[in-house]
């Protein structure tokens, strides 16, 4: 994985929370491999990506950090049970993929409509033909990741300073 | 004006019909991807159209070509995570008149819009 593949999800991240969601958003050491994603986390966005890129994007959450970023992105309170909870999951993983895909210039990359799941002890596992890194983030004191999951790079190259 | 919102995700319609309300228009009719939009847009004739790129059933780029064939004329405001050179000249060449990136500001949704209703006045 090349350097550069991880850091447009980092600077992706960073931007859909300063703009959409107006919350403060740190990044905590990128790890290489499944064994750091979190297993007991409740709510999931998941994009995949097709073309020059392939593989998918995950963002995960603990309840209350999804509810507490669904209702900063749609300025109300939002049920956790309703379809809009998981819409606004959706949107969120689809822009974060989408201001990333952006910075790939050249590349031809495709993303996919989001999937989402809701509930408890849901878990993230990729093929094995991909390399994956999980990136801690942290917004406004509540943590969540964003997992990076790609074809055909190079694994040991994807340290990245936060 | 009829402004209408085409976009798969309900959040983000209710976030593109807040900041249009902001700017005083309020007149605002959604739909959720682009064959939902070809048949609301023959219903209630928009005077200016926000329409994301990625959907199920009917992408952006699609109904845009099939609107524009049909002799739709309101304005289109593309808004949507495309943002790649390529993109943005496909959809000029399809007949897009602005392009707004999400993620964006509110401020900066209603600049585009302004500028491009302000456009189609003028022409």
Redesign the interface.
């Known amino acids: 994985m090349q350097p550069n593949d991880i850091s447009p999800f980092i600077k992706a991240t960073k931007?859909?929370f300063d703009?959409?969601l107006r919350l403060p958003v740190s990044f905590g050491k990128p790890t290489l491999g499944q064994s750091n994603i979190p297993k007991d986390w409740h709510v999931t966005g998941i994009i995949g990506l097709s073309g020059d890129l392939v593989g998918a994007v995950a963002v995960m959450f603990p309840r209350a950090t999804a509810k507490a970023c669904?209702e900063a992105?749609?300025?109300m309170e939002v049920d956790f049970e309703s379809?809009?909870f998981a819409?606004?999951i959706?949107?969120l993983a689809?822009?974060i993929?989408?201001?990333a895909?952006?910075q790939y210039?050249g590349k031809?990359i495709s993303?996919s409509?989001p999937s989402v799941i809701v509930g408890p002890g849901n878990s993230f596992h990729s093929h094995s033909n991909t390399h994956t890194v999980c990136i801690p983030c942290d917004a406004d004191g509540s943590s969540f990741c964003i997992v990076v999951s790609l074809q055909n790079v190079v694994a040991s190259e994807a340290k990245v300073a936060a | 004006m009829k402004v209408l919102i085409v976009d798969d995700s309900k959040t983000m319609r209710s976030i593109v019909k807040n900041c249009l309300g902001g700017i005083g228009y309020s007149d605002v009719e959604e739909a959720c991807d682009g064959q939902d939009a070809l048949e609301k847009v023959a219903q209630c004739k928009p005077g200016l159209i926000l329409l994301d790129w990625n959907m199920p059933n009917m992408n952006g780029i699609d109904f845009l070509k099939a609107y524009r064939a049909k002799g739709g004329k309101a304005p289109v405001v593309m808004v949507t995570t495309e943002s790649e050179k390529a993109r943005v000249i496909d959809a000029i060449r399809a007949g897009a008149n602005d392009f707004v990136v999400k993620p964006f500001t509110p401020d900066v949704l209603a600049k585009h819009v302004n500028r491009t209703i302000e456009k189609a006045q003028a022409a």
Do not use: F, Q, R, Y
């Open positions: 931007s859909v703009t959409m669904v992105l749609a300025g379809e809009m819409d606004a959706g949107e689809n822009m993929s989408g201001a895909k952006a210039d031809d993303i409509c």
